[in-house]
């Protein structure tokens, strides 16, 4: 997932959509690109529930955004 001057200091956005409760939720300027990983604490009655996830990023200054990209069902 790049975008013109992506590197290593971009930070993720994260969105879970749950299909069956039709809740989203979303987390902003969260772990950045060379961290590789970032953990979505969820709500107890969301935990059993498939989500949809997606990820983009923005560089450091905000003036760039990654399109958002699919992730698959966890």
């Known amino acids: 997932m790049d975008f013109p001057?992506?590197?290593g200091s971009d930070q993720a956005l994260l969105m879970a959509y749950?299909?069956?409760s039709k809740a989203a939720i979303s987390m902003l300027y969260v772990a950045k690109r060379m961290e590789g990983k970032e953990l979505m604490l969820l709500p107890e009655n969301l935990i059993?529930?498939?989500a949809e996830v997606y990820i983009s990023f923005v560089s450091p200054d905000r003036s760039e955004t990654s399109k958002s990209t699919y992730i698959g069902q966890v």
Do not use: S, T
């Open 18 to 20: 749950f299909p069956e």
């Open 48 to 50: 059993e529930e498939p």
């Open 5 to 7: 001057g992506g590197n």
